[in-house]
């Protein structure tokens, strides 16, 4: 029985609570709900658009706009009105803080372009931290001295530049924007003694660009900035496109297969490591113990990963503050050991 009905985010804890499948209108068509998170308290944002709709949220919530996706804060601070994705085409809108703190809710969604319309407007789903990790890991890397090339799908290149910088720096995210210059240069001084990597970010629209796209970026790199990685992140590949099956319609299984084949075939032809990142299915996200079997899309991925790792977040490690890392392949030793 299908049932279609207005609900509020904190009603769909409750759906999924009782065992119904849930799906959410986006300007994909309507996606399946993975999970439903409860953040706490925060400080309160409004966003109003013409028409009347109103979503109340916090600082970081992200909404689809014509510039890309955009932080509430961004939009409070920056710019004073823009262009929102919504129903009904674009909308022009604002945001405000009223100085109030509410609890917040958010949804995740099984789908590539994780958004969903809240009041009819695109947001941007809560994520898991995949982005999150691989910019604490490219930030690691370049204090080691090497070059890093991040390649970002999903998020702007300012928003990941952002998330390195705050690491590298070791501040606070939403402080990083209002640093002092005399504490920034500082501690960019003290940076600059223990590194020489270099950091290039790349941004690609979703779903448009694939191996031959960062083959001619890394050609253009060489020959222009005499910049050759040492590893590459690609953020993320079930959202590359295959230069295979370009405009032809195959299925999930055979499409990310492909595109996890044709990235490796690059980091072999060009002799670097590339990260990347997946999901997992709907059963993953509530597994405290995730398997290869958990991968979303296509068993192809693992089939091909020469190493292969599970981020998993439970309850008692979130009040450590503490994510684990579960090994899950490893063509190059024995995934138990250190497992």
Request: with cysteine; net charge negative.
């Amino acid at each position: 029985m299908w049932i279609e009905k207005e609900t509020s985010i904190a009603e769909i804890k409750t759906l999924l609570d009782n065992g119904y499948e849930v799906e959410v209108d986006s300007p994909d068509g309507y996606v399946p709900v993975n999970f439903f998170i409860n953040k706490g308290m925060y400080d309160e944002y409004v966003l109003k658009v013409d028409g009347g709709e109103f979503i109340r949220c916090n600082a970081d919530h992200l909404f689809e706009t014509s510039f890309g996706w955009m932080k509430a804060s961004d939009l409070y601070e920056k710019y004073q009105t823009n262009h929102f994705i919504t129903k009904n085409g674009y909308k022009l809108g604002s945001v405000f803080k009223t100085g109030n703190q509410i609890p917040i809710v958010d949804i995740n969604v099984n789908h590539p372009n994780h958004r969903y319309y809240t009041n009819g407007v695109s947001s941007h789903n809560t994520g898991v931290g995949k982005s999150l990790f691989m910019c604490h890991m490219a930030s690691s890397i370049l204090l080691q001295g090497r070059n890093v090339l991040y390649i970002t799908l999903e998020m702007a290149e300012e928003r990941i530049a952002e998330r390195i910088d705050a690491n590298l720096l070791n501040v606070n995210i939403q402080d990083i924007v209002n640093l002092p210059k005399s504490i920034y240069e500082s501690k960019l001084s003290k940076l600059t003694e223990k590194t020489r990597g270099k950091l290039i970010i790349k941004e690609y629209p979703t779903a448009s660009a694939h191996v031959g796209h960062f083959k001619s970026l890394l050609n253009d790199l060489a020959l222009k900035k005499g910049f050759r990685p040492d590893i590459i992140f690609i953020d993320y590949l079930n959202i590359c496109a295959s230069s295979r099956y370009k405009g032809t319609l195959v299925n999930s299984y055979t499409y990310v297969k492909a595109i996890a084949e044709e990235l490796r075939g690059l980091a072999v032809e060009c002799n670097v490591p590339i990260v990347s990142a997946t999901q997992t299915t709907r059963q993953g996200y509530g597994n405290s113990d995730v398997e290869l079997t958990d991968t979303s899309e296509s068993f192809g991925l693992p089939a091909t990963a020469d190493f292969m790792f599970a981020l998993i977040s439970t309850e008692e490690l979130e009040q450590l503050n503490q994510i684990m890392v579960k090994q899950l392949k490893n063509r190059y030793n024995d995934p138990t050991a250190h497992k």
